[in-house]
């Protein structure tokens, strides 16, 4: 399924943060609050203004099933999303065979844009994307 222009005021970008481990302030961590203002400018920076957070504060990166991360899932099969920002491929998860999955398969499926701000991949420039594999492995 392909984005269409016209469908696009009814979604929104997923901005996915996630922590293996909470940092046991009441709320959220601080690198949660911290994922989610680095992922808020960059949608402020590049006029994405309808969004919605997904976090994981907690879970482990090896695990996709994270409560977060599978109402998200729901959230893109449901056509509701056409991109997902993340803070780094690290951020999305650790298992780099499952993390290609998602980003080089399941994501295109849905017509999704996966973008990882400090690592410099987005799938709508492709060529940019030549080193993505070997970021998953590191």
């Known amino acids: 399924m392909s984005r269409q222009l016209g469908t696009m005021t009814q979604q929104w970008a997923a901005l996915y943060v996630r922590l293996s481990r909470d940092d046991e302030n009441i709320g959220d961590s601080d690198s949660i609050a911290h994922q989610i203002e680095i ?12 969004h919605r957070v997904y976090k994981d504060d907690g879970w482990s990166g090896t695990n996709f099933q994270r409560p977060g991360f599978l109402e998200m899932l729901s959230d893109i099969e449901a056509g509701k999303v056409h991109t997902v920002i993340v803070k780094d491929m690290s951020r999305f998860g650790r298992n780099y065979l499952e993390v290609g999955l998602y980003t080089e398969l399941r994501f295109p499926e849905f017509g999704v844009r996966f973008i990882a701000i400090n690592d410099g991949v987005d799938s709508d420039n492709p060529q940019d994307n030549d080193f993505t594999p070997f970021r998953n492995l590191v």
């Open 39 to 50: 992922l808020s400018k960059y949608c402020k920076d590049h006029r994405i203004t309808h």
